[in-house]
Structure formats: C-alpha cells, structure tokens
C-alpha cells in the first residue's frame, strides 16, 4: 500500500487568485490501475516465490524450525543481538571487552562472529562438505544466508532443507558462543557440527513422524535420505 496526496483545483473567489484544496488517499502499488482486490493479493503471492526465496526476511520462517530460532535469526539479520559490538555501543560493556571468545583476537561483531571469525567461520566448510554444496562466500550475514540457500539450485524441497541447515548452524554458533562466554566450556568445530547434524535431524522428525530417516544416514548423506539427490 501506499499513501498518495490529491490536490483538486477550486474555483477561484477572487480574480488572480487560486485556492488549492489537498485530499489524501490510500492506493495499491502493485495494481494503481484497479486498485487492491483479494483476487490480487493471492495472485502476487503465488507468483513471487523466486523473490521470497531471495529476501532473507521470509527465509527465517520455516515450519520445521523451532520458533525461537526463527526470532533469534529475525534479530540476528537485523543486528539485533548482544553481541559484544552492540554491547559497547550501548554502553553495557567497555571497549576493552570486545574480543570475541574464539580467542582471535577480533572485536566480536555478528558479521565477524558468523561469517569472518578463524573458528566460527571456518565450521562453514565442514557444513558444506556435509551436504555437499560449494562452500558460500559472503561478507555479510543477510547474503550468506541468501547464497547459502540458493547455492545447489534445484527444487523448492532442497532450498528449503539448504534453509533449515543455515538456521541450525547459526543458532548452534551462538549457542557455543554463549556456552564460552557464560560457561567457560568450549567444544571442538567437529562437536559443532555433530550438533548440527542431531538438531536438523531432530526437527525434521519431530514434525514428520513417519519421516524414514536413521541418524547414522542421515549423518553419512542428507540429501540422499530426503530424495534431493
């Protein structure tokens, strides 16, 4: 929707002279001509799926992801979470307490953290030779996930378990990154991706009970036991 302003023309009450009357009015941008209709609104929405695939706002929400890992990527992709940049920026933390708790050296900031750190960046390779994908170069969060998705192509089922995959990997980085922080436990990036793989395949069966899927499959070959391959 959007908001247009009307200006309609009164006759003049004094000569030379003009009055200008302005009226607002609502208008719908994808149809100015007819206007918005429910026969519309449906049809925009089933033709767009290859822009809603591309916008990282809709890739959040999956059916077979928990809800508070869809809110948490909703804050991650809109810098939303208390990283230690955001902390410093707010005032909560000191400067002095910025590194990130991979021990790198690095201020943590959530494109750092995610995408560029020496630990948590790299346990992107072992994702991606899990479900054997090329590995996905992106400096900034909203366009790895976008890239990440899209990167073996195919069909909508496979995007969707590239999807799930993203939103597992992130919130088992900020788990590990909270459970180094709080904690003072760490675990390796093969203990990472072991988590990973037990989350994805547990959502996926707790959605779908009559799902045929063992965990030693779908550790060895993801995409063979869903049928993407």
């Known amino acids: 929707m959007g908001w247009a302003n009307q200006v309609d023309p009164v006759k003049p009450t004094q000569p030379n002279s003009k009055k200008w009357v302005g009226s607002d009015m609502w208008w719908w941008q994808p149809d100015p001509d ?28 999956h059916p077979q992801v928990p809800l508070k890992v869809s809110i948490f990527v909703w804050r991650l992709l809109r810098d939303r979470l208390p990283t230690k940049s955001n902390l410093i920026t707010r005032g909560i933390l000191s400067s002095s307490a910025q590194l990130c708790v991979a021990g790198c050296g690095e201020a943590e900031s959530a494109n750092y953290l995610f995408i560029s750190c020496s630990f ?34 195919g069909s909508r089922a496979r995007r969707s378990f590239l999807q799930l995959v993203w939103l597992v990997s992130v919130w088992v980085i900020w788990t590990e990154r909270n459970h180094r922080l709080f904690r003072g436990s760490t675990s390796t990036s093969h203990q990472l991706l072991d988590k990973m793989n037990l989350f994805s395949y547990r959502w996926l069966k707790s959605k779908n009970v009559t799902l045929a899927l063992n965990y030693h499959s779908w550790w060895s070959s993801p995409l063979l036991c869903l049928g993407l391959v």
């Open 34 to 61: 007819t206007g918005y209709t429910v026969r519309g609104v449906y049809q925009l929405l089933t033709t767009r799926d290859s822009v809603i695939m591309d916008d990282p706002e809709h890739l959040i929400w």
């Open 120 to 153: 948590f960046g790299s346990i992107w390779a072992l994702v991606c030779t899990w479900i054997d994908i090329p590995l996905t170069n992106s400096s900034t969060i909203r366009d790895h996930f976008v890239h990440f998705t899209s990167s073996a192509g």
